[in-house]
Structures are given as structure tokens and as C-alpha cells.
């Protein structure tokens, strides 16, 4: 069977992008079993030729209406899909899906049908209010950072900013590149309309927030942006970790070198 990604470079491109993102998951240790989702907004690479593709599924309901996304492709992992197999074969561990008419349901439509992600409804809501906002943002990661997690069975974590405002203090370069911080959404049923609700009132503030007790989404151009936001706090929970197993907690940038570094790099107040 042909793929889709022939004779598609840019298309090509961007889910070899995804693909490499998976790799760096599953390295990481983020990915265990089929842990993790990656979707992405791939519409304007899509082709007439392709919108012109009979689907190769039924139409599925999503659980919810979500009208932003008429007419839009997506890039989806497969449910029950490992990461480090997405990794080297991303078209036979995922699929491209197309919003019906309706904005309530999905068909696939390449390469096989592989159903996707079992959190579609989290996913494709806030690409929804991505498309709405006009911000540029197409790529959603999911996966499952083990100090990111651990940190958050402990309820002085989970209090609003506490979290972001450490793991700032730890490296310059985790408010560099996640300058946004950390949302926290209380624990909530994996897949549910509940926890899509609310990771969306969180992404009113951050472009990355922690699942009590399950993982971290993050939003971004690409799959590689949103990535680097997730590495960046994973690093600075490592290293105040690293510093508490040294039997110290660790000071942490000061106030006042914070400030600098907002000033400098002209990061949000």
C-alpha cells in the first residue's frame, strides 16, 4: 500500500518530526507500555488529492462538539500504540483523521485504521481553542516525566505557582523556554470530558500543564517545541530532587536574579 507521506515532503516532514519527539519520550523513560499521546494539526498540509480520500473507518463520536475544527486533518497516535514503535513507524502506529461536517465526530483516512488516542477528546479540544484563538499552536504532547509525577502526589506541589516558581529557580533556561509555567489539573479519569475541561481553563494561563498524578500536556508550534517546554521542567525537577537526595534543599535563584532574567530575555511578567 502506498502511503500517504509519498511524494508529500513537507507533510513527510512534520510527522518525522512527531516521530522523533516519540523517540525522545520513550529515552526518556516518559513513555512506559502505550503511555503518552501526540496529536497534531497538519490541515495546511493537507492537499486537495488527500481531501478528496474516501474515509477508511466509520464516523466516531468524539464526545462533544467542537466547532473550530471543520474540515481539519489531524495526526494522531493510535490507542493502545507504543511510542518507541511510533518512533520508527509513525503511519503504522498512528493515523491521519478527518473532522466530518458535523464537528462532533472523526474518520480516519490514512494510512490504516488505527484508532487514535484514547484522550482524543482532551486533544482535539484544545486544538479546537488554538484554532479559535489564532495562536499558531498545532502540536499537543501527553506523555508521563517521573519527577514531574512524583512531585505531584504531594499536595504542597499542587498549590497554584508553587510548582512553577521552584522549578524556575532551579536553571535559567526552564523560564527561557517555558516562560508560562505550570498548570495543575486535580486528578481526573483519563479520557474524560472533565479532564478536557479543565486542562482547557488551565491552558488559559500555560502552555504546559500537570495531570495530578498521571503526566504533563503541553502545547507548541510543533511536537518539538511542545517537547522542549516538558524537558525543560523535567531537568529543574531532577536537580531539585537531586539536591533533596543530597540531604539540602536547594536555595534556588533569588528574586532578584529571576527578575533579571525576566528583564533580559523580555519574558511575560
Same mark, same amino acid.
Given at each position: 500500500m502506498t502511503s500517504?507521506?509519498?511524494?508529500?515532503?513537507?507533510?513527510?516532514?512534520?510527522?518525522?518530526?512527531?516521530a522523533e519527539v516519540a523517540g525522545y519520550l520513550?529515552?526518556?523513560?516518559w513513555a512506559e507500555r502505550n503511555g503518552g499521546n501526540i496529536t497534531a494539526n497538519i490541515t495546511d498540509l493537507v492537499d486537495d488529492e488527500i481531501r478528496r480520500m474516501p474515509a477508511i473507518s466509520d464516523p466516531v463520536s468524539f464526545g462533544t462538539t467542537l466547532p473550530h475544527l471543520k474540515g481539519c486533518y489531524f495526526y494522531c497516535k493510535g490507542t493502545g500504540k507504543r511510542m518507541r514503535d511510533l518512533a520508527r513507524w509513525p503511519m503504522e502506529n498512528g493515523s491521519i483523521v478527518r473532522?466530518?461536517?458535523?464537528?462532533?465526530?472523526y474518520e480516519i483516512i490514512a494510512d490504516n485504521p488505527v484508532k487514535p488516542t484514547s484522550e482524543i477528546s482532551s486533544h482535539l479540544s484544545v486544538h479546537n481553542r488554538n484554532i479559535e484563538k489564532g495562536n499558531g499552536y498545532k502540536a499537543v504532547v501527553h506523555t508521563h516525566p517521573i519527577e514531574l509525577v512524583a512531585m505531584s502526589h504531594n499536595d504542597k506541589f499542587l498549590q497554584k505557582d508553587y510548582m512553577? @516558581?521552584?522549578?524556575? !529557580?532551579?536553571?535559567?533556561?526552564?523560564?527561557?523556554?517555558?516562560? =508560562?509555567?505550570?498548570?495543575? /489539573?486535580?486528578? @481526573?479519569?483519563?479520557? !474524560?470530558?472533565?479532564?478536557?475541561?479543565?486542562?482547557?481553563?488551565? =491552558?488559559?494561563?500555560?502552555? /504546559?500543564?500537570?495531570?495530578?498524578k498521571h503526566g504533563v500536556l503541553a502545547q507548541g508550534p510543533d511536537a518539538m517545541q511542545a517537547f522542549d517546554q516538558i524537558d525543560v521542567l523535567s531537568k529543574s525537577a531532577k536537580i531539585y530532587i537531586s539536591a533533596r537526595c543530597m540531604g539540602f534543599e536547594p536555595d534556588g535563584m533569588s528574586d532578584a536574579q529571576m527578575q533579571e532574567l525576566t528583564d533580559v530575555f523580555h519574558l511575560p511578567k
Open positions: 500517504i507521506l509519498e511524494g508529500r515532503p513537507a507533510l513527510k516532514h512534520e510527522i518525522d518530526n512527531i520513550w529515552q526518556n523513560g473532522i466530518t461536517d458535523d464537528c462532533a465526530h512553577t @516558581k521552584l522549578l524556575w !529557580s532551579m536553571i535559567p533556561e526552564t523560564k527561557a523556554f517555558c516562560p =508560562l509555567g505550570l498548570g495543575i /489539573v486535580p486528578y @481526573k479519569i483519563s479520557g !474524560s470530558l472533565e479532564l478536557a475541561n479543565a486542562t482547557l481553563e488551565q =491552558l488559559e494561563e500555560y502552555d /504546559v500543564v500537570m495531570w495530578e
